[in-house]
C-alpha cells in the first residue's frame, strides 16, 4: 500500500472523500484483502480513539483534563 | 434541476414512489460501505436498515441530490463507528473497580452499558500509550485536541502528507492492539 492509499483510507475513514474517489477506494477494498485488512483496523483504531474526544460523551472531565496535559505536553 | 435532485424534492414532500427510489439507491450504497468498514455482512445490514429509518425522517430538510449523499456516506460511517464501539473486554480483563472510576458512571442508568464503555475507554488510553511517541502526539493532535492536519503539520514541523500517513498507521496499530487484546463487537 502507498502513502497515497492510506491517506486515502484516512480521508475515506473521516468522511472527507469525494464520491468518485470513494467508489474507486471501496472497489479497492473489495479485491484487495490486504487493503481492506488496513481499513477495517484503522477504523477500529479511529472508533477507539474518538471515544476519548473530549465532546463525545458527559462526565469524563478528570480524565479529559489528563489527556489535555498530554496534548499540551504534545504541542510542547 | 438534475433528475436526481428531482427525486430528492420528490420524496422531501412526502412523495412514497420517491422515497422508495431514494431508499433502493442508498441503501446498497450503505450496505457496502458498512461491510468495507465492518466486514460483516448481518452488521452491515443492521447499518443499512438504522441508515434507512434515519434517512426517511431527514428527507424533508434536504434540498438536492449532492448534499443528500454526502449525508448517506456520513451519516453510514458514524453508524459503523458505533457498532464498532460497542465492543467489550472478556470479563476480567479490566477489573470493576477500574471501570467504575470514571464519573460517567454515576449520572447513566444503563450500568451495564457504561461499565462496557469504560472498560472500552481503559482498553482505548492503554492502547495510545502504547504507540510510540510520535504516532501518540499525532492521534492526540488529531482526535482529542482537534487540529486540522495543516496545523499539525506546522506545530510537529512535519509535511502534512506525512502527518495523515503516520496518523493513519498509528490508527492501524491502535485498531489491531485493540483486536488483539480480544475487544469483541457485540451486534
Partial sequence: ?76 | MSDADAWVGRAARGDADAIEHLASVHRPAARRMARAVLGDDDAAEDVAQELLIRLTAALPGFRGDAELSTWVYRVTLNLCRDQLRRTRRRAGDVSLDEAVSEPALTTRSDFGAEVDAARTRVAVREAVERLPEAQRQLVLLRYVAGLPYREIARITGTPQGTVASRVFRALKSLGEDLEGQHLEVVT
Fill in chain 1, 1 to 76: 500500500m502507498t502513502r497515497d492509499d492510506e491517506a486515502r483510507i484516512l480521508a475515506f475513514l473521516e468522511g472527507e472523500l469525494e464520491e468518485d474517489e470513494r467508489e474507486r477506494l471501496l472497489a479497492r477494498v473489495e479485491a484487495e484483502p490486504e487493503m481492506a485488512a488496513a481499513l477495517r483496523a484503522a477504523a477500529r483504531g479511529m472508533a477507539g480513539v474518538r471515544t476519548l474526544d473530549p465532546g463525545e460523551s458527559v462526565g469524563r472531565r478528570r480524565r479529559v483534563r489528563a489527556w489535555g496535559l498530554a496534548v499540551a505536553a504534545a504541542v510542547g
